[in-house]
């Protein structure tokens, strides 16, 4: 049975690409998710990344909903500690606002920066207390409630000393809230919380099979899930042949490569620029070699076969693809006819 499909979207900006173009290519890839029957649209966060353009996920998702009828759109995800959990709380009832019933709050406890990002968030006084990402989720599931939060003004008299707060004025609907995670840590939390959870599979896959295990055998029915609710992420490039195929996958695996080696990030070669300096310099070619047997590259029907036996082997009915295909010289610069083509394959 082959499982049901959504998207990852980093916003990827390539050589001699505006960030504008790189949002409208964006854009215009989650409406054609949206007619092709997709579940869900997620934007990462991302910061200070030459090839990243998805920074603040909440505006995104919602320029997305104003472009699509059907799709769940939201983040994949809001990294908590770099922000307030009462601004987060009303980004995203305002977003459940916009579209009802059609928003995912996907949350990390990972930072989504470098130091100098981490550094510049901490002088303007806008970031959570990482040692208390537990309180801040409750937190925002009470904010975002129809009930509201009550919290508690030191100084004040007895009586006088609590108040409820709502993250919009008269929600009728809650976004839907998803942790997110690589680690252990995540898994172990939602599972506790009774919480839907996400592994982070299409960033590295390691200890992977250990996350959902712990997730699944910890899982407490809360009164927002009443049983373990999970779904993979996996890196995707189809195309009409193989050998296209492995043509877009490189951009992206060079990148990879250079994020995983310290050397300075860039905006993403083209196809072309990418097989010229790999030829010379084998940036990637060790990293290749270990992406095939974890992301999804060839013909759409191999690819779908791999995918289903991939959602079969975990467990899970859905999976998330991040559609890593790179761009050929010459190809419009406001479209991802790479990316969009790997989707529409893979839903064919």
């Not at 606002?97 to 930072?111: K, M, T, Y």
């Not at 998803?178 to 995540?186: A, H, I, T, V």
């Not at 095939?292 to 029907?301: D, H, K, M």
């Not at 975990?314 to 969009?340: K, L, N, Q, T, W």
């Amino acid at each position: 049975m082959s499982p049901v499909l959504s998207v990852l979207d980093l916003v990827p900006v390539r050589t001699g690409q505006t960030s504008a173009q790189a949002v409208a290519a964006s854009l215009a890839l989650a409406g054609r998710a949206d007619e092709l029957g997709y579940r869900r649209y997620w934007f990462a966060e991302h910061h200070n990344m030459p090839a990243v353009a998805s920074t603040t996920p909440p505006v995104l998702a919602a320029a997305a909903a104003a472009r699509t009828q059907r799709i769940r759109v939201g983040s994949g995800g809001v990294m908590l500690p770099n922000h307030s959990p009462l601004v987060v709380a009303e980004q995203f009832a305002a977003l459940e606002a916009v579209a009802p019933g059609r928003i995912d709050l996907g949350i990390g406890r990972a930072p989504g920066s470098d130091p100098v990002i981490t550094q510049l968030l901490r002088m303007s006084g806008t970031t959570s207390d990482v040692d208390r990402f537990p309180d801040h989720i409750r937190d925002i599931l009470s904010l975002t409630s129809a009930e509201g939060a009550t919290v508690r003004l030191t100084g004040r008299p007895e009586g006088e000393d609590r108040y409820t707060v709502h993250a919009t004025p008269a929600a009728v609907g809650s976004p839907e809230l998803w942790l997110l995670g690589s680690s252990d840590y995540s898994a172990q939390l939602a599972a506790a919380f009774g919480l839907p959870y996400v592994f982070a599979n299409h960033f590295s896959g390691e200890g992977l099979e250990r996350a959902l295990q712990l997730y699944r055998q910890s899982f407490r029915p809360s009164e927002h899930l009443d049983a373990p609710r999970t779904f993979l992420t996996a890196n995707a490039v189809v195309a009409a042949t193989a050998a296209e195929a492995e043509e877009r996958m490189l951009p992206q695996a060079r990148m990879m490569a250079r994020l995983r080696g310290g050397r300075p990030l860039t905006a993403l070669e083209t196809v072309e620029q990418a097989a010229t300096a790999e030829a010379s310099d084998h940036l990637a070619a060790p990293l290749i070699d270990a992406l095939r047997g974890r992301w999804f590259v060839g013909e759409a029907g191999e690819t779908r076969a791999r995918l289903a036996s991939f959602a079969a082997q975990h467990g899970v009915e859905e999976i998330m693809i991040s559609p890593v295909a790179g761009a050929y010289e010459g190809e419009p610069m406001a479209s991802a006819d790479g990316r969009a083509q790997t989707l529409e394959l893979l839903a064919a």
